[in-house]
């Protein structure tokens, strides 16, 4: 097990790689009477193409695969996992993304009975026809209520244009057609696959002996038996510059029109842990100095109605994408998506990107990232989405601090490019 100390947080990691692969994290905070526990796959919605462990081929599985499997694993033959946890003083739950499943769990006794509980339902999968034709109907609810949510639509509106090519456009759920077609077959196939401990990791945090946690968890899994693990091979399309599709719109039951533009990353991102989230960072902090509330650009586009409250925008960077969004509910939303685009394309002259500017963001940025750590559930939850490579959320008080003008100007040149440009409009019906 390896001891890491981030002296500029005053935190202390533990971390250790089984014999079967798994990587397990220990953050102990014995302050806090809450533990929480992320039992997390390197799996997602966009994982539909892959070469299946023990086949020699790539086979592709209906979209929506994989958060179908994250709701039947907590059903097994003889209980409801979730009762489970709710007996043992523990509140569970699991979310899928484009390309993780987290399981996980909180509570404030029965540590130990409740890692447990977690691990052995996530390493138990238990499927059958009849389960499985069953939870169509309720997942076909889900999708139909993400379908009337017009913020949702615009989203994956934007998705759409920028990436038509790739899974990363199709809703996280599926669609009703594609589920229909998933059988206990395929469940099993996907499980095998990307459930395999060497694609797995698994984080505690609260109070807690990390010596005898981990050795715990060590026990946990030399009663089990796994398969030799094998290299996953994804497959993903081949994508174009040219194949983003610059505009669309839709009509929806809405009060007001919406508009959002998108920026697609074509550039090369760092491969380096410690470098990518640096380059994530920096491109935060440099769309915070472009359109943040204090800033010229959005003052204004306030000041003129083209925006409101409802403005959002966001840079996200993940295995095999990245792209920045800018949404608003707006009366005008074409001369929104102009003014956005304009101001996006001569951001690099930008009179926010000052010295000044960037160090108070900077401490802004600090500020908010030290106080989250003193919630265990942001930790939590934050954890493996910060994750790249050995680099973690705890390494991002250094990285902040690292960051240099320099830094956003050479993030913007290489980021801001016209042709990944795209808007999307949702106009009432």
Known sequence: MKKIFYPSINETLYTGILDNGLEVTLLPKPDFHKTYGLFTTNYGSIDNEFIPLGHDSFTKVPDGIAHFLEHKLFEKEDEDVFQKFGRQGASSNAFTSFTRTSYLFSSTDNMLKNIQTLIDFVQDPYFTEESVN??????????????????????????????????????????????????????????????????????????????????FIIDNQNQKEFVKAQPIERRFPVENAKDIIKEDQIN?????????????????????????????????????????????????????????????????????????????????????????????????????????????????????????????????????????????????????????LDDLLAAQEAFVRPEGLSRFFIYPK
């Not at 926010?352 to 500020?367: F, I, P, S």
Request: glycine residues 6%.
């Open 134 to 215: 069953k939870e169509k109907g309720i997942i076909g609810q889900e999708i139909q209520m993400y379908q009337d949510d017009p913020n949702w639509r615009l989203y994956f509106g934007i998705l759409n244009n920028l990436y038509p090519k790739h899974p990363l456009h199709i809703d996280i759920a599926g669609t009703e057609e594609s589920i229909s077609h998933i059988t206990a077959e395929d469940l099993y196939l996907c499980y095998n696959t990307f459930y395999h401990p060497s694609n797995m990791n698994i984080f505690i945090v609260g109070k807690m002996d990390p010596e005898q946690l981990m050795q």
């Open 252 to 404: 929806l039951s809405v009060s007001r029109p919406k508009a959002i533009v998108g920026l697609k990353g074509l550039d090369d991102v760092p491969e380096d842990g410690f470098e990518r989230l640096k380059y994530q960072t920096t491109l935060q902090l440099l769309l915070q100095l472009l359109f943040g509330d204090t800033s010229e650009s959005y003052l204004n586009m306030y000041n003129e109605g083209l925006i409101d409250d409802s403005f959002s925008f966001e840079f996200t960077l993940d295995r095999s994408f990245h792209f920045a969004d800018f949404s608003t509910d707006t009366n005008e939303p074409e001369r929104f998506a102009n003014q956005m685009i304009n101001l996006i394309l001569k951001s690099k002259d930008s009179p926010e990107l000052t010295e000044r500017n960037l160090n108070l963001a900077k401490r802004k940025m600090m500020g908010k990232h030290l106080k989250s750590l003193d919630s265990l559930e942001y930790i939590a939850n934050q954890f493996s989405g910060a994750k790249f490579g050995d680099t973690t959320l705890f390494d991002l008080a250094e990285i902040i601090d690292s960051i240099e």
